[in-house]
């Protein structure tokens, strides 16, 4: 197979033939996922289709354990944010989401596309109810205040 039928981007330095992208190597699977995360705020709506396609299937193979990762985070106290390690973080799902659904909104307002509006939906749902179920509620902050004054009071 000539070589210029197996690149996409020719390699001067080197004979490996990896794929260039938004997020970088194509043939690093990680790359993949954050380059489809990326590409949900492109300025076309078929190409956020695309991608919030991919991205509902990474959610959908690989919610359980982002849900688990991030209940568990909450547990230790750390934050959702050190739990999302991994090639698509879940605020940014829910930003990104927000950003497609408001391209119907306002004075500059565009028909959305109902196949991308139905699926940037179940995106931001799964997203957002992971999130709510694993963020600190206010009233566990401000039973960690009084403690932490306590603590104070009892060293001074």
């Known amino acids: 197979c000539p070589k210029s039928l197996s690149c996409a981007v020719p390699s001067s330095t080197s004979s490996d033939c990896g794929h260039e992208g938004p997020g970088g190597r194509f043939d690093n699977p ?7 995360a990326a590409l949900m705020s492109h300025r076309h709506q078929w190409v956020q289709q695309a991608a919030s396609r991919v991205i509902g299937h990474y959610l959908a193979a690989n919610g359980q354990d982002m849900a688990l990762a991030a209940a568990a985070a909450a547990e230790a106290d750390v934050g959702v944010a050190v739990a999302e390690e991994g090639p698509v973080r ?21 028909e959305i596309d109902p196949g991308l509006a139905e699926q940037t939906v179940k995106n931001l749902t799964f ?15 401000s039973e960690k205040k009084p ?10």
């Open 30 to 36: 990680s790359e993949m996922w954050r380059g489809a």
């Open 90 to 110: 879940l605020e940014q799902v829910v930003r990104a989401c927000v950003m497609v659904l408001e391209q119907g909104t306002g004075g500059g307002a565009v």
């Open 127 to 141: 997203a957002s109810v992971v999130l709510l179920q694993t963020a600190p509620s206010v009233q566990q902050h």
């Open 147 to 156: 403690d932490e004054d306590e603590d104070e009071d009892e060293d001074g």
